[in-house]
T-cell receptor
C-alpha cells in the first residue's frame, strides 16, 4: 500500500541551527501539507502546497519556515533558525485529486519527524 | 472558537466491548469532510475513517463506524469489539471547502486517549 515517508524519524539540533525535514508523498498525490504537534497537544496545520506553490499557511508558518518540492518526489520543510519552541513532531501529509463533488477525501500522514531543539 | 471539540480527554473500555468517542464540530459551510485518525504511542497518524457532509450513509471501515448526525454537528467514532491494540490517542478532524486553488487544511480536536483493558 502506498505511504508517505518522512526522514529522519528523529532529529536533534542546536538552537539557531537550520534543519530540513524531508518527506516523500504518495506518488500520484497533488496536495502536500506540513503539520506539527507539540508534545501532548493537538495537531496544528502549518502549510499546504499545490502546483509548486504555497496555497495556504497558518500563523505559525512565519518567515523562519519554508517549503520546497525540489524534484518530482520530495517535499521538504526548512526551519531557518530553530528555536526551543520549535521542538515538536512534524507530520507531512498528502492527498489526491478531486472527487466528483469537488472535495478531496483522505489525507495520508507520514510517521512524523520528532524534532528536538536543545 | 473551537471548530472541533472532543470532550473526553480519556476513555477506558473493556476488551471486546464497543466504545464511542465523541466529536462535535462547528462550521457554517455546507460542504466539509470529517476524519478520524489514530495516534499510537509510537507517534504516527493513522487514517481511520472519513465522512463527507453530503454522504447520506454513515461511514464504516471494518470495526470502525462513524455516527454522523449532521443536524447536531456530531461525528462520533464507534469502535466495535475493542482490541488491546486499539489503545491510542484518537483525533477527530474537519476539512472545510477550498478557499482558493489547492487550499485544504485539517483542523484537529484535542484528542481522546483510549485505553483498552484486558
Amino acid at each position: 500500500e502506498p505511504e508517505v515517508t518522512q526522514t529522519p524519524s528523529h532529529q536533534v539540533t542546536q538552537m539557531g541551527q537550520e534543519v530540513i525535514l524531508r518527506c516523500v508523498p504518495i506518488s500520484n498525490h497533488l496536495y502536500f501539507y506540513w503539520y506539527r504537534q507539540i508534545l501532548g497537544q493537538k495537531v496544528e496545520f502549518l502549510v499546504s502546497f499545490y502546483n509548486n506553490e504555497i496555497s495556504e499557511k497558518s500563523e505559525i508558518f512565519d518567515d523562519q519556515f519554508s517549503v520546497e518540492r525540489p524534484d518530482g518526489s520530495n517535499f521538504t520543510l526548512k526551519i531557518r533558525s530553530t528555536k526551543l519552541e520549535d521542538s515538536a513532531m512534524y507530520f507531512c501529509a498528502s492527498s489526491g485529486p478531486f472527487r466528483i463533488e469537488g472535495i478531496i477525501t483522505e489525507a495520508f500522514f507520514g510517521q512524523g519527524t520528532r524534532l528536538t531543539v536543545v | 472558537a473551537q471548530k472541533i471539540t472532543q470532550t473526553q480527554p480519556g476513555m477506558f473500555v473493556q476488551e471486546k466491548e464497543a466504545v464511542t468517542l465523541d466529536c462535535t464540530y462547528d462550521t457554517s459551510d455546507q460542504s466539509y469532510g470529517l476524519f478520524w485518525y489514530k495516534q499510537p504511542s509510537s507517534g504516527e497518524m493513522i487514517f481511520l475513517i472519513y465522512q463527507g457532509s453530503y454522504d447520506e450513509q454513515n461511514a464504516t471501515e471494518g470495526r470502525y463506524s462513524l455516527n454522523f448526525q449532521k443536524a447536531r454537528k456530531s461525528a462520533n467514532l464507534v469502535i466495535s469489539a475493542s482490541q488491546l491494540g486499539d489503545s491510542a490517542m484518537y483525533f477527530c478532524a474537519m476539512r472545510e471547502p477550498f478557499s482558493g486553488a489547492g487550499s485544504y487544511q485539517l483542523t484537529f480536536g484535542k484528542g481522546t486517549k483510549l485505553s483498552v483493558i484486558p
